[in-house]
């Protein structure tokens, strides 16, 4: 038998799965790639604002992670987790249509990220249990590369109704409600767990003892994500340096298009090459990338070097979203393979919140590009941090 043959495929669910996000991502992403500029220009907020919902928003999302993972594990199943989440973050849409005041659209967002919190520690949980080693690399990948084909689709649907409702945002908003509720149909009738998936014995997703478990490798994947965070603040000032260069209301989805579109691409490619290559010098390169994207964003709202930006930001996404996904799996004991990923969004949670808050801060009070040359610092430091120590990161737990 050829190597090849003898090389387990991805499994069905994963491929499942997969789709379940795309679906959401159209969902959420056909709101999220207007919601910046219906913010600003129909209710009047400013930078400072923008960045404090959404880091607010992303953080409750990771941070609830935590709370997610640990109880997948003590409670040894994946999927009923996954679908709570999935559900809340499709009733949340109808929020944002009837949405009039900032206040309005912070709590429809904190809605829909907590039901991500809820489902995504889980979910990457149940793709790390369903996928062999062999092809762990590759199943994360693809799954990303499919959420990130939705965030491309969402985007470029809302672009038509914009132009065809004549930038109606709440006629939108309401569309979206559709893929949601399809993405939850989906998970409950496409996927299945394995049978015998580990089972946690602690009630307390911060007890110390768990986290004494967790070891050293682990816990600088945990540091330099943390750092990484605080480089790439919300993509919601992408948008705003977008318009900044003259990019019209209705395309303003555009630049989650093009940054998806890279996204996507290279997602699986880099997830596949993660199998076979060392995760410190790969996790570098895209650092790298994203200082790249930093400084082109830092340096002129003149769309070559926005959309070079964007660009860049997307391929960074790509090659490091799936990696630090399965540079925790590898690094995890199995059993706390749910709380890991809960522990690690947890900190990354917290950088978001500093990170986007900053971002916005500068905004108003220094300008945009004050903004992108503080992401590149903070991506300087973490490549610093990784180039100097990255041997540490390269011992995995044993285990499946």
Request: no cysteine; proline share 5%; net charge positive.
């Amino acid at each position: 038998m050829s190597d090849a043959a003898a090389k387990p495929r991805i499994p069905s669910a994963v491929w499942a799965l997969g789709f379940v996000s795309l679906l959401m991502d159209v969902s959420s992403e056909m709101i999220h790639s207007l919601l910046p500029v219906f913010l600003v220009s129909s209710l009047g907020a400013s930078a400072l604002v923008l960045g404090l919902i959404e880091g607010a928003a992303e953080a409750t999302a990771l941070i609830v992670k935590v709370f997610s993972g640990a109880l997948s594990d003590l409670w040894g199943r994946r999927k009923p987790l996954a679908v709570l989440g999935y559900g809340l973050g499709a009733l949340s849409k109808p929020l944002f249509a009837l949405a009039t005041s900032a206040g309005h659209v912070l709590a429809a967002r904190l809605v829909d990220r907590i039901g991500k919190g809820i489902r995504g520690a889980p979910r990457d949980a149940l793709v790390a249990d369903l996928a062999s080693r062999e092809v762990r690399g590759a199943a994360f990948g693809l799954r990303q590369s499919l959420d990130t084909v939705g965030a491309f689709l969402g985007p470029l649907l809302a672009i038509g109704l914009m132009l065809v409702t004549g930038d109606r945002f709440r006629a939108v908003f309401a569309v979206a409600i559709v893929p949601g509720a399809l993405s939850v149909a989906l998970l409950l009738l496409g996927v299945r767990e394995p049978d015998g998936a580990p089972r946690g014995r602690v009630t307390s997703p911060i007890r110390r003892e768990r986290l004494r478990r967790l070891p050293p490798a682990y816990g600088w994947v945990v540091a330099i994500g943390a750092v990484f965070t605080l480089a790439r603040f919300s993509e919601a000032f992408l948008i705003l340096r977008a318009r900044q260069g003259g990019l019209p209301i209705a395309l303003a989805p555009l630049v989650l298009i093009g940054m998806n579109v890279v996204y996507s691409a290279s997602a699986y490619p880099f997830g596949k090459l993660s199998d076979s290559t060392s995760h410190p010098r790969l996790l570098a390169y895209g650092l790298a990338v994203l200082v790249a994207a930093d400084a082109a964003l830092a340096w002129s709202s003149h769309w070559a070097w926005v959309w070079a930006g964007i660009s860049l930001w997307g391929l960074h996404m790509g090659m490091t979203q799936g990696l630090l996904a399965r540079m925790v799996a590898d690094t995890a004991p199995e059993d706390l393979r749910g709380t890991a990923y809960g522990f690690f969004n947890l900190v990354s949670g917290v950088a978001m919140l500093v990170a986007s808050a900053l971002a916005g801060l500068l905004w108003d009070r220094f300008g945009a590009a004050l903004t992108f040359v503080a992401g590149a610092v903070f991506g300087a430091i973490a490549l610093s941090a990784l180039l100097l120590r990255g041997d540490r990161l390269a011992r995995p737990a044993s285990g499946r």
